[in-house]
Structure formats: C-alpha cells, structure tokens
Nanobody
Framework: QVQLVESGGGLVQAGDSLRLSCAAS????????MGWFRQAPGEERKFVAA????????YYADSVKGRFTITRDNAKNTVFLQMNNLKSEDTAVYYC??????????????????WGQGTQVTVSS
C-alpha cells in the first residue's frame, strides 16, 4: 500500500513557476513508476508526466513538454513536478499517482495503482 500526498499548488500569474511535491509513504516507493495527471473543471483527467522507478526515463504530454520537468528523490520518497512558464490552460487539480510497473512509462490513468488527493493550481492570465 502506498499513500500519496501532494503539495505546492497555488494561485500564480501566467509566466510564473511552481514546484509540486508528492510525498509517499511506504518502503516500496523506489520500486514504483510515478506520474502526474491533471483535471480541469468539466474535463476528464489527463496525463502530464511520468518517471520510472530509477528516474532514468521520463515521459511528457505534448502540452507541457519543454515547460514541465518531473524528478524524484527516492531517499526522501518524493516526486516533484517543476512547472515553468505557466499558462492559464494549466489551471487544474494536479494528482500524483504510483504504478507498480516501475520500468513502464504510461499516460493511461488505468495503469496507475495509487492516487493522491490532488492539489489545485490556478494560473491567472
């Protein structure tokens, strides 16, 4: 069992940066692939970024490529999402997710086993 708690969301202006954190409980964190998803009001949950258990490989949605960076610190059981040059269309609740398939990068939410409660990111234009 893995419990995930996101933090770092807030209200920013377009062009600003934010760093989201996701703290995980459990000794097996380092074996999980991790992902970030987001959900805007009235829309389905969408993939943002993913990272393998080792941090050696990453995968991004086209909409955030070049602006967002996913990293992880297995010693601290934490995964991060650095978001630069934020746009109003980035406004959403951001969710952290963990997948037992540690070496497999996926943008499909159905392949993730555990989810956090989400953190709100609002970007004003």
């Amino acid at each position: 069992q893995v419990q995930l708690v996101e933090s770092g969301g807030g209200l920013v202006q377009a062009g600003d940066s934010l760093r989201l954190s996701c703290a995980a409980s459990g000794r097996t964190f380092s074996t999980y692939a991790m992902g970030w998803f987001r959900q805007a009001p009235g829309e389905e949950r969408k993939f943002v970024a993913a990272i393998t258990w080792s941090g050696g490989s990453t995968y991004y949605a086209d909409s955030v490529k070049g602006r967002f960076t996913i990293t992880r610190d297995n010693a601290k059981n934490t995964v991060f999402l650095q978001m630069n040059n934020l746009k109003s269309e980035d406004t959403a609740v951001y969710y952290c997710a963990a997948s037992r398939r540690g070496s497999y990068l996926s943008g499909s939410y159905s392949l993730y086993d555990y989810w956090g409660q989400g953190t709100q990111v609002t970007v004003s234009s």
